[in-house]
């Protein structure tokens, strides 16, 4: 039983970090915002050298061969830079997927995304907008055009511009297209294999979210801390009134309380353990939950400045509000912890936390 | 990261299990703030000692097993699976004893240790005075130094268990015209001295389970001295360090009051549905027992490997006080009409144990430091903001 991260997990998450503090300043998200494509090939292939698309690829096929323990720590830096780029989407889902599909379709399309050449953008079952589909030499779609359908794997190579009808969303750095016109494609896989791939793919992109939601909140936390510590009002910093101090406690409070949870579910995931599922909704319930607080008491702490787009407060205000409605959402995730926890059939309480604690 | 029990972990939860199963009293003791009842959770603490349960992450030499943290959390799990009685000592156990352990004398360890962990010696706390509450460093109970004894004069309030127990600890002024942190000192006092006068405070469900100490020319030796003399603040924080960090407050206590909520709800569904907001709570309350849980196993990992206790005594002082309300809250609103109902109403439930943790749960957030105290601690020292 042990609860920390080694050594090099956590050397990795440095090294992400400083790259991205040194190659993604606010500045940069914002210039990316008015550019056509709102991302960077540079960035992209930058990234890829890091390492960071193949820790879940097997060995074999040319990746890291190491698990979602040690990816969860990139998800949550990734959140807390605000990177714009799908890599949690991309490391987590499409890499992994092209891999266990396997055969030409890996051999083709592997190799490039792990070297950053090109980006692979994924239509789940649960989806009704593609992110970065435009973008993408490829897309991994979920049954035809449906889009509900998770017993069919297709590839569509270089989706058509007249298929890619953009819808804004609230945050800028967000690259969303309608889910409905992405159709035919390649069938690259089908059946049991399928649904099981699209489960597990389902749960690392919640892992995936609920790790980013940590990572935002703890800079919205940062931000407002800094902020609180300088503006003064009548003559004294505000971060020194208890109404403005608690606010923020209590975030720093829900925070402590969130991480266990998703490095929980990381674990449960790589482990494969028969709770996997639950966890990963605890994951993304308490995530969440702390993500919101910290944006509802970092605008507050803010006062008008941070109501203002001028402030880079916003970039993770606006992330936090768009993931807290993605991969099924609230609903779908208390549904699922619901029917887990309210069975008959489940041992709870002391000593059943862990899987095979009982 | 690996969040699976080793082999021997798993034996050890064996083991105390298969103990406990044969121990556990089969019908519940009266409460410990009853005098029948302090005697009778005083045998079960020899019970405990005799089968070397009492203090499992004790050294071997004070008469316990050595355990790990990772160990104590699985023994805390099948003490509270088994429905074991609350601890009459925990004031001694887990509080007072670790401190002994950092910072007294190897006599004062081999005097004061080993009867605590026989159940012979137990504790009541003595920080709180009329007009030192949240304010601890406002203390004015003085303690004076003649040779090698002190002479005690003041009073002490809301001493936990003090009613019936043997020895206090805490803090006194010993020296002179001192203020705020300086000058206080941390004493272990018999409560049977000539000249201490205890009188029990009714709490909440009418029983002493505080009371009043009074001063009056009390002697004590200066041997009962717990550190260095006016060095008693930072003893103190060390033992609140222990308080609110992680041993008062195991996370089974919350596990299985959240099962016990699970099933008490699934029970009454059908009614209780009526009501949508209950079924969330109910999840809510199962979702931040079981992240209370992952967070001290968190931090048992982190303090293995050499880490100290930090902000997480009061994060999770803040956290385990606010869920145990939020649990029993949604009980009481599943019970409906029957929720007031007392142990001895026909038609109570559990035999009034809702009703019981729900008053008592309204004492978390003020016991151990306030919350609002706590949130000040994280927001100086955890957020670094500016000082109120």
């Not at chain 1, 804004?168 to 159709?183: N, Q, Y």
């Not at chain 1, 266990?260 to 996997?276: E, H, I, K």
Request: glycine share 10%; charged share 20%; proline share 4%.
């Amino acid at each position: 039983m042990d609860f920390q991260f080694s050594e090099e997990q956590r050397m990795f998450e440095r090294s992400l970090r400083e790259f991205l503090a040194a190659e993604l300043p606010t500045e940069r998200i914002r210039g990316l915002w008015d550019s056509e494509r709102g991302r960077s090939d540079a960035l992209w292939r930058s990234l890829a050298e890091l390492g960071v698309l193949s820790v879940l690829v097997p060995e074999s096929d040319g990746g890291l061969g190491l698990d979602e323990r040690d990816f969860v720590l990139l998800a949550e830096t990734c959140g807390y830079a605000a990177l714009p780029e799908p890599l949690v989407d991309s490391a987590l889902l499409s890499a992994p997927l092209l891999a266990a599909v396997g055969g030409e379709v890996a051999q083709r399309w592997l190799p490039a995304l792990l070297a950053g050449e090109v980006r692979v953008a994924v239509a789940t079952p649960l989806d009704l907008l593609v992110a970065d589909a435009d973008g993408a030499a490829a897309v991994l779609l979920a049954g035809g055009s449906a889009g509900d359908d998770d017993g069919e794997l297709r590839l569509l190579v270089a989706p058509p511009a007249d298929a890619l009808h953009r819808q804004d969303s609230v945050d800028p750095s967000r690259r969303l297209f309608s889910r409905t016109p992405l159709g035919g494609g390649d069938l690259i896989a089908e059946g049991d294999t399928v649904r099981q791939l699209w489960a597990r793919a389902l749960n690392r992109g919640a892992l995936g979210a609920a790790a980013q939601q940590l990572g935002a909140a703890a800079r919205v936390l940062e931000y407002s801390v800094a902020y609180a510590s300088e503006r003064k009002q009548f003559g004294r910093a505000i971060g020194s009134f208890q109404a403005v101090r608690n606010q923020l406690a209590d975030v720093a409070v829900a925070l402590e309380f969130a991480r266990p949870v998703v490095y929980r579910a990381a674990d449960s995931l790589a482990r494969g353990v028969a709770t996997a599922a639950r966890d990963v909704s605890h994951a993304w319930l308490a995530a969440g939950e702390a993500a919101r607080m910290a944006a509802r008491h970092g605008i507050q702490s803010h006062g008008a400045i941070g109501y203002t787009w001028e402030l880079d407060l916003q970039i993770w205000l606006k992330r936090i509000w768009a993931t807290d409605a993605l991969w099924g959402g609230r609903a779908w995730h208390s549904e699922r912890l619901e029917t887990a926890v309210f069975s008959p059939d489940v041992a709870l309480g002391a000593g059943h936390t862990f899987d095979e604690g009982t | 990261m690996n969040l699976s029990y080793s082999d021997c972990q798993h034996t050890f939860r064996a083991e105390a299990r298969d103990w406990l199963a044969s121990a556990v009293p089969a019908t519940p003791l009266p409460s410990f703030d009853t005098k029948e009842g302090f005697a009778a959770h005083r045998e079960w603490e020899r019970c405990l000692h005799e089968g070397r349960w009492g203090t499992v992450t004790w050294p071997e030499s004070y008469g316990g097993r050595g355990a790990d943290l990772i160990e104590w959390l699985i023994f805390e799990e099948e003490y509270y699976r088994a429905g074991a009685p609350g601890r009459v000592n925990q004031n001694g156990i887990f509080l007072l004893g670790p401190t002994l352990m950092e910072h007294g004398t190897q006599a004062q360890r081999q005097r004061f240790l080993p009867p605590m962990a026989a159940g012979d010696t137990i504790w009541a706390q003595g920080w709180s005075e009329p007009n030192a509450g949240s304010d601890m460093a406002a203390i004015r109970c003085t303690a004076e130094r003649h040779g090698d004894r002190y002479i005690i004069n003041g009073q002490k309030t809301w001493s936990t268990r003090a009613t019936f127990a043997d020895w206090l600890f805490g803090l006194f002024r010993t020296e002179a015209g001192s203020e705020r942190h300086r000058g206080l000192s941390f004493l272990l006092v018999p409560l049977d001295t000539p000249g201490i006068t205890v009188r029990p405070v009714r709490q909440l469900n009418g029983l002493p389970g505080f009371a009043e100490v009074f001063f009056d020319d009390a002697e004590c030796s200066a041997d009962n001295l717990l550190g260095e003399e006016g060095g008693g603040w930072s003893v103190a924080m060390a033992t609140a360090g222990f308080e609110r960090g992680l041993m008062l407050r195991s996370p089974a206590r919350y596990q299985e009051a959240a099962r016990r909520l699970v099933s008490l709800y699934l029970a009454q569904r059908p009614a209780v549905d009526r009501d949508p907001s209950v079924r969330g709570a109910v999840l809510a309350a199962w979702m931040r027992a079981e992240a209370y849980t992952l967070a001290t196993y968190a931090t048992a990992s982190r303090l293995l490997s050499g880490g100290h206790i930090g902000s997480e005594s009061s994060t999770n002082k803040i956290f385990w006080s606010e869920l145990d309300l939020e649990l029993h809250s949604t009980a009481m609103s599943i019970l409906g009409e029957r929720a007031e109902l007392q142990s001895t109403a026909v038609d109570c439930e559990a035999g009034g144990a809702w009703l019981e943790g729900f008053l008592f749960a309204q004492a978390g957030p003020i016991y151990a430091g306030t919350n609002e105290i706590q949130r000040n601690i994280i927001a100086d020292r955890m957020l670094g903001l500016p000082r109120s």
